[in-house]
């Protein structure tokens, strides 16, 4: 008996391991066939819908002429300005399975990627693509870390946008066409809405919203070179102004509406549209999304945050080259495409942002991107931290994390603290 | 009566629930027909309190998106329409097939270990056998994130494709413990001993006992395991998220994206919703009997 | 037999946690491979430092006592509603249990949904049907503003609905299992409906409620689709540390995410270890 006993536990145990195996060995033959068998080009985007979409389709439709061995297959992931992306972004990234190219703002956010060994240094393509002509100095600069380039720029937006209703202005007498000359200007013209029965006059939506009219309150209280030094380690965060514009910040938003944590600015921009609401702040990727929705465009109004008349906040969004990439050369030619002045041209003019080249034609473009192409060249650039430009992925998710704490229990000292807390990690 | 106990309840869990209190004059005794109408009042504000969701996302799911405004929000739709249907479907729909050329295998291979393994912890009294089984018990309790990230690189250094191979190993290996768990309490309380006994006696040897005698009155043991597995793997969110992506990922992953949009179709959310928990609540509507059942029996796993 | 199983688990549960564990103790602040250096408990000390990891730890307490509490309230009420029998029983154990055969991602949507903050004109979601109802006073922002109980408390509603079902099977079956005679011993002795239920029949579902709490507890613990479905990741209000190791892996930070999850694990432990001993000891005295 005890012999076969352990007979029959090694035939058993073999049996065993024959059904585990089995689980593995499906791996093989089932399941998502592997993008390097075939010449598919994995681009990761958090480009899922609207405007934004629209405008990739017309960089898809580029690629398709100007790479015709390869396919491009999409690889969005929706949500909060990229915000889901990034995380799972990184997921992927930390697992070993990059894309063949992702999407990556450029500045200080791509520093996370450049820092972690994740993606190649590209200034060859550069010279192959003749692209270091082509775009503006600044941007370049913005671009480059010890000396190299680690992505292609696709659009420049301006973050510092305020969207409003005229019609709604109307009821407290306030003329529509033009921005209030500050921050105090702008509380005062919210009072008298809410007096004039808008209940809550400035919509505005979770997260990154929020970050952005901070930012936009603190750039105009401390003006651009100050604002740069916030962002830098030049500018103390805890200093008086500092705290002088956050409280700025708590009175605005007492004029908000009180669904702001849960839902994301194209329907803060709703609001506006509807007449709920008289203005909201977003940046200029809006004008892309009032065009998909048709909105008229004598139905609404824009101008620069107030007391930003001068600046011009930047983002931009680029494409990188994944080290280890499946595809390294169907993710070149995506490259090309993207720096080429036919694709940005597809891409640009839906997606309501402007081209990074500075060869663009403005008569190419809708209205409100003649104008911001203009003021791209005479207006002061500053960069936005939201928007990856002056902060790192992890300096702005411990930011977001402050502004959501603030929302349900506004603690101006709390958050000033978070903020300075937040730029000192890296 | 403990954690086991409370799974050892097994397919005769079902049974129990089923079984009518045996007298049943029980509710005219000491009880008037005023409590009675008391006791049916308060099931139906619970049955309301339950289906409220269910209410307002089947209408919501035929509404045009116009008509998905606050101020309707619980009307019934002006018009019908199967649109928000057609786009939460088109999305989905690669998502469903994954889910499930997912969920059907880990679901039976799962089933399969954990029975022989029952099987063994619930006959064999080798020394140390009550160790063996906390050891795999708490397999079934822990976070997995305290193991998400070295399982990541495992599978990525193992070079398992990305996609539905990975969660069917991850969903096998991580499904072990609580297959185990009910196949072990199931073999303990309903298998007669003598039936195995009689097989030894024979010179049948383990592996004999376990496929000609076992295996065959095992049937309501894998109903209920496999019902189980199927549906927390269906469900599953975190091992999605962390091992696979759009492209290649399950369907969960498919309404997370089309329901976490910037601009959110919430008519096409709720629709999606619904597919989404189709083939749980089917395996549940048609195998209820049986699901009861694995829920007590799976009673330890989350 | 058992020892591919033991194999496998011996790697995938031990051998994992081990290495999480390891990555802990080390300064792997980063993407990048390569070597590390251990720099003891000091991961664990900066947590604990922390606002953001206090907050979620406490988030997470008052998570898990108010979706336990909820439970069984609402799985013991129906389960004594039904536990003598009522005709249509079975219709309505269903639709009780119903819930529980859906993703928590699926019911995040949908709840997320139908806990909308606005309120007054425009309102939506459950406050929108409150309105309709005139049931003014219960309208309330949910998750968004007021105390960590009621912030918490809207998180654990969705759960609430899911599992109480579930609760009350595990209940039923409890009633179902008593043996009738100890009732009708209990009637012969003239005790009262509420002394039956008091003195004769909960005590013999006490162990059954210490399973549910066990299990309640431990599914509390982990909870994360929901919140990721009705908040999103980064929400401070709701943040629980298995979201918040989610959010410190943006950031790459595989020490201080690893050291997230292990105290998570060793939360979890607490309360499982004894009651897995228990449960073990129990069988040996069998």
């Not at chain 2, 005219?28 to 307002?56: E, N």
């Not at chain 3, 029983?89 to 009780?96: G, L, Q, V």
Request: with cysteine; net charge neutral.
């Amino acid at each position: 008996m005890r012999g076969g006993l352990s007979k029959t536990l090694a035939l058993v145990g073999a049996a065993g391991l024959l059904a585990v195996s089995a689980c593995g060995n499906s791996d093989n033959n089932s399941g998502g066939s592997g993008s390097s068998a075939n010449k598919d080009v994995t681009v990761f985007t958090w480009w899922a819908d609207g405007g934004e979409k629209a405008g990739l389709d017309g960089l898809v439709s580029t690629f398709a002429t100007d790479c015709k061995d390869y396919k491009f297959v999409n690889s969005a992931v929706a949500g909060g300005a990229g915000s889901n992306a990034k995380q799972v972004l990184a997921n992927d990234l930390q697992a070993g399975k990059p894309p063949s190219t992702f999407q990556a703002h450029a500045g200080a956010e791509l520093k996370d990627y450049i820092n972690a060994g994740q993606v190649d240094d590209i200034s060859q393509l550069y010279k192959d693509f003749g692209l270091d002509k082509a775009f503006p100095q600044n941007l370049i600069d913005n671009l480059t870390v010890d000396g190299k380039i680690y992505s292609i720029p696709a659009n420049v937006h301006r973050a510092n946008m305020v969207w409003a209703n005229p019609t709604v202005l109307k009821k407290a007498n306030i003329d529509g066409t033009k921005a209030p000359a500050s921050v105090d200007a702008w509380i005062a013209d919210l009072t008298k809405l809410k007096a004039a029965g808008v209940a809550a006059p400035l919509a505005i939506s979770k997260g990154f919203a929020q970050e952005m009219l901070v930012e936009a309150v603190l750039l105009a209280e401390l003006g651009p070179d100050k604002f740069k030094g916030l962002w830098d380690g030049k500018t103390d965060w805890a200093g008086g102004d500092v705290t002088a514009a956050l409280n700025k910040y708590k009175t605005l938003l007492t004029f908000t509406n009180s669904d702001r944590e849960a839902i994301d600015w194209p329907d803060a921009l709703g609001y506006v549209n509807t007449g709920k609401a008289g203005y909201t702040l977003m940046g200029d990727w809006v004008a892309a999304q009032q065009v998909s929705d048709k909105i008229a465009d004598t139905a609404y109004t824009y101008w620069p945050s107030p007391g930003t008349e001068g600046d011009f906040q930047f983002l931009s969004d680029s494409f990188t080259l994944p080290t280890n990439g499946a595809d390294p050369d169907g993710a070149k030619c995506w490259l090309k495409t993207v720096g080429s002045a036919e694709g940005q041209k597809a891409f640009n003019t839906k997606k309501g942002s402007i081209p990074a080249r500075s060869d663009a034609n403005p008569a190419d473009y809708p209205k409100y991107q003649q104008s911001a192409m203009a003021d791209w060249k005479s207006k002061t650039i500053v960069p936005s931290c939201a928007h990856g430009a002056a902060c790192t992925l992890g300096q702005n998710n411990d930011i977001l994390s402050a502004m959501s704490q603030f929302s349900g229990s506004p603690d101006v000292a709390k958050l000033q603290a978070a903020f300075g807390t937040a730029m000192k990690t890296s | 009566m403990s954690a086991d106990t409370a799974a050892a309840a097994t397919g005769q869990a079902a049974a129990a629930i089923r079984r009518k209190p045996q007298k049943r004059g029980v509710i005219a005794d000491g009880s008037t027909r005023r409590s009675r109408t008391v006791r049916y009042a308060l099931l139906l504000l619970f049955l309301l309190f339950v289906l409220i969701p269910v209410y307002v996302v089947l209408i919501t799911s035929f509404k045009t998106s116009a008509d998905t405004t606050a101020a309707s929000q619980w009307n019934l739709p002006k018009t019908w329409t199967l649109d928000p249907w057609r786009k939460a479907w088109d999305v989905l729909q690669p998502y469903m097939v994954r889910s499930l050329s997912l969920a059907i295998p880990a679901a039976i291979i799962s089933s399969l270990i954990g029975s022989m393994n029952g099987f063994v912890l619930a006959r064999w009294r080798f020394p140390g056998a009550n160790i063996v089984f906390a050891f795999i018990l708490f397999g079934m309790f822990i976070p997995y994130q305290a193991i998400m990230l070295p399982l990541r690189t495992t599978f990525t250094n193992l070079d398992v494709t990305r996609g539905v191979p990975t969660l069917i190993l991850a969903h096998c290996i991580y499904g072990i413990p609580i297959c185990t768990l009910i196949f072990r309490n199931y073999y303990a309380t309903i298998v007669p001993n003598e039936i195995i006994e009689s097989a030894r006696v024979d010179g049948a040897g383990l592996v004999q006992t376990y496929l000609r005698i076992i295996l065959p009155i095992s049937i309501s043991g894998f109903v209920v395991t496999l019902i189980w597995q199927f549906t927390s793997v269906w469900n599953d969110f975190l091992f999605a998220l962390f091992l696979t992506q759009q492209n290649n990922g399950p369907v969960t992953l498919g309404l997370a994206a089309l329901a976490g949009g910037q601009k959110v179709d919430y008519a096409a959310s709720m629709a999606g919703a619904l597919i989404t928990s189709f083939p749980t609540l089917i395996v549940y509507i048609l195998l209820g009997r049986w699901f009861i059942g694995g829920l007590m029996a799976g009673a330890l796993k989350g | 037999m058992l020892l591919p199983t033991v194999l496998l688990l011996g790697y995938f549960v031990y051998g994992l946690i081990a290495w999480s564990f390891n990555t802990s103790l080390t300064d792997r602040h980063t993407a990048r491979k390569g070597p590390a250096s251990y720099v003891g408990f000091a991961n664990y000390g900066h947590l604990f430092g922390e606002d953001r990891f206090l907050n979620s730890l406490k988030n997470l307490g008052v998570l898990t006592v108010a979706f336990i509490v909820g439970t069984l309230i609402f799985g013991l009420i129906w389960a004594l509603l039904l536990e003598k029998g009522v005709p249509g029983e079975s219709i309505f154990r269903s639709i009780y249990l119903f819930p529980m055969a859906i993703s928590m991602i699926a019911s995040g949507v949908v709840w997320g949904w139908l806990l909308n903050p606005s309120q007054g004109e425009d309102a939506r979601g459950l406050n929108r049907l409150f309105e309709i109802l005139h049931l003014h006073f219960l309208e309330n922002p949910w998750w968004t503003a007021g105390s960590r109980w009621t912030t918490m408390a809207s998180i654990a509603l969705p759960a609430v609905w899911q599992l109480s079902g579930y609760i009350m099977a595990l209940f039923l079956a409890g009633f179902r299992g008593i043996p009738p005679e100890l009732r009708e011993a209990a009637r012969v002795d003239g005790a009262s409906e509420f002394k039956l239920y008091r003195h004769v029949l909960f005590p013999q579902l006490s162990p059954i409620a210490l399973s549910a709490l066990i299990i309640l507890g431990h599914m509390s613990l982990k909870l994360f689709d929901l919140i990721y479905a009705i908040t999103g990741p980064n929400q401070f209000r709701t943040e629980v540390p298995a979201v918040y190791m989610w959010n410190t892996l943006l950031r790459s930070d595989m020490a201080k995410s690893a050291a997230i999850a292990i105290v998570l694990l060793a939360v979890v432990a607490v309360l499982v270890i004894p009651y897995i001993a228990y449960t073990v000891r129990q069988e040996n005295e069998e």
